[in-house]
Structures are given as C-alpha cells and as structure tokens.
C-alpha cells in the first residue's frame, strides 16, 4: 500500500472517530437537558399542591401515570388497554403570581 493511501485511510479513520464521539456527547447532553426540565415541571407542580397556590382554571388535559395521550384518549401501549383522560388544572394563581400550562410546548409559564 503506497503511503499516500495509508495517510488518507487514517485521516478518514481519525475524523469518523471524532465524529462518533461528538455525536454520544451531543445525545448526553440533550438527554441530561430534558432529565433537568422534567425535575423542573415536576417541583414547578408539587408547588402548585401547596396551600398558597389556587386552581384558576380546570382545562388541561392528561392522563394517569403509564399512559399516554393519543388522539383524545389515554392508552397505555404496553398493557395494551386505554381509558378517558383527566381533566387537570391549567392555571394557577400563587401568591400574586400567575401560571399558566401551554399546551403547545407541555410546559408551565409563567402567566403576563
């Protein structure tokens, strides 16, 4: 093999590796950004159980734990059964401040 060939061959070699390990890096990373924004919903709602905070408004749809949403109705695919959704509270009023669920992005806010 001329020792043209082997330079590229390593070249290609060395860039693929570097491409893998970039791509592992960015998928931990997106996977730790949505573990830390799921804690986030998830303290942002057990604060709304206190008894500062007051249901405003009763219109979000959700569904018991292990199912999921899908076409206005809650099934859980690996049980393979479904059920009727719930109907949980959309906006909250806490100490002088408002939130509100936004349906599109599934994330609390913080009401303007």
Do not use: D, H
Not at 41 to 69: A, D, I, V, W
Not at 85 to 103: A, K, Q
């Amino acid at each position: 093999m001329k020792p043209e060939t082997k330079k590229i061959i390593w070249t290609v070699s060395i860039i693929i590796v570097i491409l893998l390990a970039s791509a592992i890096f960015i998928n931990k990373a997106k996977t730790a950004n949505a573990i830390r924004e799921s804690e986030e919903q998830k303290s942002l709602e057990n604060m709304f159980s206190n008894e500062e905070c007051r249901c405003l408004e009763n219109e979000r749809t959700k569904c018991s734990n292990g199912f999921e949403l899908m076409g206005g109705i809650c099934k859980n695919e690996t049980l393979k059964i479904f059920t009727n959704v719930l109907r949980g509270c959309s906006e909250y009023s806490c100490e002088n401040e408002g939130y509100i669920f936004n349906s599109t992005i599934q994330k609390w806010e913080i009401k303007k």
